[in-house]
């Protein structure tokens, strides 16, 4: 879109369907290598992708053309289709419904940068149900208890 110019940094957080701990060591850098390909592909800026066995993260810079839930559709439905062809052979891989979204200035880019790519060092003491209420929380989002992701 010419003439079109915009600066937004979203945080964006999913989980894996019945919270199985289904993303594996080996899986996982293949994974935010993906999500990272596709975010580019779609003229998103990524900035940070990880996550732990049960939920990614990833940070980036939305593109002009396309809206938070098109990114979210896009990163889950493609991302499930590719676990489950390169690993998962009886197709039972699957993302939970849903996603939280934050947004975050420029400004705070580093820390939230820094955050995503320690999350195997966050979650040996924080669960990733504490971890999702809190940024809800501290976003002053509010939301049913009901319709979370679903916590085992």
């Excluded at 999913?14 to 199985?20: Q, S």
């Excluded at 149900?129 to 002053?140: A, G, Q, S, T, V």
Aim: aromatic content about 18%; charged content about 25%.
């Amino acid at each position: 879109m010419a003439n079109t110019y915009s600066q937004i940094n979203i945080h964006c957080v999913f989980a894996v369907k019945g919270r199985k701990y289904q993303l594996t060591k080996d899986i996982r850098p293949q994974l935010f290598k993906y999500l990272y390909g596709i975010l580019k592909n779609d003229e998103a800026y990524p900035l940070a992708v990880n996550g732990w066995k049960d939920h990614v993260h990833v940070f980036f810079e939305l593109a002009p053309k396309m809206s938070i839930a098109d990114h979210m559709m896009k990163l889950k439905s493609s991302s499930s289709k590719w676990l489950n062809d390169h690993f998962f052979e009886n197709r039972e891989f699957k993302w939970q419904e849903g996603y939280g979204a934050f947004s975050y200035s420029k400004s705070q880019r580093s820390s939230v940068i820094n955050y995503i790519e320690n999350q195997e060092i966050h979650h040996q003491s924080v669960s990733f149900k504490e971890e999702y209420i809190n940024f809800l929380n501290k976003y002053d989002v509010d939301f049913d208890q009901r319709y979370l992701f679903d916590f085992y």
